[in-house]
């Protein structure tokens, strides 16, 4: 008897009564070869069955067995596929072949067994893929040549259909690459790279089937990072492009200037508009610079640190008089390539000691002007002497500081009404004047070499015409009270 479980092993079988007569049945059949299409329907026929069917008087069974055995079963004189819409057959998937076999019981025992072989034809329904590594970064110097191979993309159609490449010539970055041949997956450079204009490029590439009518495709983000090479010289900072329109900016390099007294020595020079200091143009690289002072120096009179560009004044100016200034050349040169330089201009100003600030003869001036005298007239002092305001500088025997600055601080009742020039002379819009307003001014002198700033006051009267200028100070308090001068400065004002 055969037991329970070789029973239970069989996974589907058809019973079939027969009657003998001359011979037993199940010795009848033969091995069975068949061929079946990939994503066949449920059903699909595969094979008729190869057990003749004489009557006869005993019974038998048959019974698909094997690895694949599952993929079958029997209907009446077939054997029909074993699938569904959600288990289908794929020759990628379960490979080329199928392999069960058709075992013929007869009275619960095994009489023959018969070997099933299904060949599953391959049919065109997967698109080619990109392989794994193609989705990473490539990584492209700047330095590439034009027309030289820089990278490789991959993809397999697992229907083994040969695949060719083409980039899609609408991606934004497109026109900087090409294939080199169709079938080979080599991408070319087809214009220059440069690190300083764009460290990101980005394409999409196509895999597409050569020789099938489907042309099934597929795409692949191709991403590229622009590595720095080192194709710029030294900049000199801060950096003025000569032209926005340059990519990248060509810089002129900025004079950096500082000021010195004639008994200074043995200091660090702070210049300005900033420290001495270049920085690689590959901002990629960033690679160390040196810096040298290339004339200048009058026999060690500075030093400069190669690494930091610190520059040091060691020992003093004998005579401002004979140097009033020093023009420094400075050099940045790369360390790992001294061919790659900038050179700027270091200006050191040599100035006088400043012991004392400069200060106003007066504290307070006394003007007067006519009204509608004019769109340009001077300002009176009494006795129709001309206005002239003057700060002296005790560090000059003359008092005269050629440096000497002179400006109006904006008031409100006076913008645009006065101007002061350089010889201290003021002069009024007249013809935007009218009696009897009173102005306050604020005059500023200011050292343009050591900064420091003096200001004194400036209290002018607008006459009608014909009225004479005072010839005296006296008696001129009640003009210019504070009183008169607050309610005075707000009439204007508000005119």
Known sequence: MLKLWHVLFCQMAISITYHFVKANVCLRGQDISAKV???????????????????????????????????????????????????????????????AA?????????????????????????????AERTAQPFDVSEMTA?????????????????????IDTSSADASFFRIDRPKSGKVVLAKPLDYETKTRLQFVIYAVEANTKERHNSTAVI???????????????PCTPLSQEETPPICTSPVYTVNISEKEQDSILHFSPGPIHAEDGDRGLMTPLVYTILSGADSGMFRIDNGTGEVALTRR??????????????????????????????????????????????????????????????????????????????DFEDGVNPKLQYSLS????????????QEGLVIARANR???????????????????????????????????????????????????????????????
């Open 37 to 99: 299409r990939e994503n066949s329907p449920p059903g699909a026929f595969v094979a008729n069955l190869s057990i003749a069917k004489d009557p006869g008087a005993n019974s038998i069974r048959l019974c698909l067995t094997g690895d694949n055995a599952d993929w079958f079963y029997l209907e009446e004189k077939s054997i029909r596929l074993n699938t569904s819409i959600s288990r289908v057959l794929d020759r990628e998937v379960q490979g080329p072949v199928l392999i």
């Open 102 to 130: 058709l075992t013929c019981y007869e009275d619960d025992t095994i009489q023959r067994e018969y070997r099933i072989t299904v060949e599953i034809l391959n049919e065109n329904d997967n698109a080619p893929a990109f």
């Open 146 to 166: 034009v027309n030289a191979a820089v990278f490789t993309v991959h993809a397999r159609d697992a229907d083994n259909d040969p695949v060719v490449f083409a």
């Open 223 to 237: 991403r590229v990072n622009v590595l720095d090479g080192d194709d710029q010289y030294p900049q000199f900072q």
């Open 317 to 394: 100016v004998q005579s401002r008089l004979l140097t009033p200034d020093l023009r420094l050349r400075i050099m940045a040169s790369q360390r790992d390539d001294p061919k790659k330089y900038a050179v700027a201009t270091a200006l050191v100003r040599v100035l006088a000691e400043n012991r004392f600030p400069p200060r106003f003869n007066r504290t307070a001036y006394r003007g007067y002007v006519t009204e509608n005298s004019g769109p340009a007239a001077l300002v009176n002092s009494h006795g129709d002497q001309l206005l002239v305001v003057r700060a002296e500088d005790p």
């Open 410 to 421: 904006p008031q409100p009742n006076s913008t645009g009404l006065y101007h002061v020039t």
């Open 433 to 495: 004047l009218h009696a009897p307003e009173k102005h306050l001014l604020q005059v500023l002198a200011t050292d343009q070499e050591s900064g420091e700033v003096v200001n004194a006051s400036i209290y002018i009267e607008v006459l009608q015409k014909d009225q004479p200028v005072p010839q005296s100070p006296f008696g001129e308090g009640r003009l210019f009270g504070m009183g008169d001068v607050g309610v005075d400065v707000g009439v204007a004002g508000g005119l």
